[in-house]
């Protein structure tokens, strides 16, 4: 069995050159104490791509993407197609920022853009319903971020766990299998950092000071842990 990742993006270059790694590098990497059997990366944006029979996995994860799950390519509407036949088969999947909107949309909900403007950076996150996904974490902690688009209507039953300052759903379960995160916890400080500088100005024609998100940045020891008990205690607990 293997943990197999949905690739809808690509990290900005300036950090997959300085990294050398990918999104899929980045959560490897962050889980691999948790799970350290295979691994397979599928690039859903690939023309005619094969998607994998159920059965042969133990888990999903979807990255995150500078697209816009709004811009429905035909790309996103066949993974989102995927994500309700996962969630049929009761697999575990786990959604990272725009694989946290993509299950959101799939699963009946809505995503727009954020009415409360960009998150970027090291914020704040509030814990205000516990899950297995947060276990052995505090009520309160840092975590990595940045987008501009948001679940803003939850699918049909789904549970919010978490928020932060601008982002009321930042984590949200739909059933036993199924979590979406908004955050980034495969990113470190220096990874956050590469993105604010990346996108400075955007961000400055934005009416934010990239300078002072840049300050805030600081490491997050509780971020990874996300991921981590993803692993431990939705896909090992049921294999």
């Not at 990595?144 to 549970?159: E, M």
């Not at 059933?175 to 400080?189: C, L, S």
Request: charged share 20%.
């Amino acid at each position: 069995m293997r943990i197999i990742v949905l690739r809808t993006g690509d990290a900005i270059p300036s950090v997959a050159e300085k990294t050398g790694q990918q999104f899929f590098d980045f959560i490897k990497t962050t889980a691999a104490d948790s799970w350290p059997y295979d691994w397979e990366c599928i690039d859903v944006r690939t023309p005619d791509v094969v998607l994998p029979a159920l059965k042969t996995a133990a888990a999903f994860i979807i990255t995150g993407s500078a697209s816009s799950v709004t811009e429905r390519a035909p790309w996103m509407l066949q993974t989102e197609d995927y994500i309700r036949h996962i969630a049929d088969a009761e697999v575990p999947l786990l959604g990272i920022c725009f694989g946290h909107q993509l299950i959101g949309q799939a699963l009946g909900g809505e995503v727009a853009r954020n009415p409360n403007g960009r998150e970027i950076g090291t914020v704040r996150l509030e814990v205000s319903k516990d899950d297995p996904l947060l276990a052995g974490q505090p009520r309160t902690f840092d975590v990595q971020t940045t987008h501009s688009d948001s679940v803003v209507r939850l699918p049909p039953g789904a549970v919010v766990h978490a928020s932060t300052p601008l982002e009321p759903n930042t984590v949200f379960s739909v059933g036993a299998h199924i979590r979406g995160v908004q955050h980034h916890p495969e990113m470190n400080d220096a990874i956050i950092r590469g993105y604010v500088e990346a996108r400075a100005e955007i961000i400055r024609g934005e009416g934010l000071d990239p300078e002072a998100i840049l300050g805030a940045i600081r490491p997050a020891p509780e971020n990874g842990q996300t991921l981590r008990n993803f692993v431990r205690n939705f896909v090992l607990r049921g294999n």
